[in-house]
């Protein structure tokens, strides 16, 4: 992306120091920003979960693009590998067949944990 003048980063609503903890244990190295001063605006009543494009010109920024928890899985190929195979996610709000595995529900915060710590 950086080849095209394109720059990923995050955006966290703590404390940095608290959240570039967490980023440096999944051992990620992009830019990293905390908008605790600022996620009122930057939110704008929207979801907790945003995936937002931004360009800046000189001094300026414009949001281009926004969209929130579906949209958003496009950076999670996860999702994508789980609904090809046969028991899918295995969500709560799945349709599945009387005795199908949903044993997870997406609004649990363990979702995504692996022995009480974040998974990659």
Known sequence: MHSRDITYATFCQ????ESVRYRDFMGWDMPWYSVRDCAGE???GRPFFLLACYL???DRVFETYWTTIRGF???SPS???MDMTVYGRQETWEDSP??????WNARDPGVWRTDGR???
Do not use: N, V
Not at 14 to 17: C, F, K, Q, T
Not at 98 to 103: A, C, F, I, M, S
């Open 42 to 44: 930057l939110l704008a």
């Open 118 to 120: 974040p998974t990659a």
């Open 14 to 17: 703590g404390p940095y120091e």
């Open 56 to 58: 800046r010109d000189g």
């Open 98 to 103: 009387t005795g199908w595995p949903q044993r």
């Open 79 to 81: 999702h994508g590998l």
């Open 73 to 75: 899985e496009a950076f």
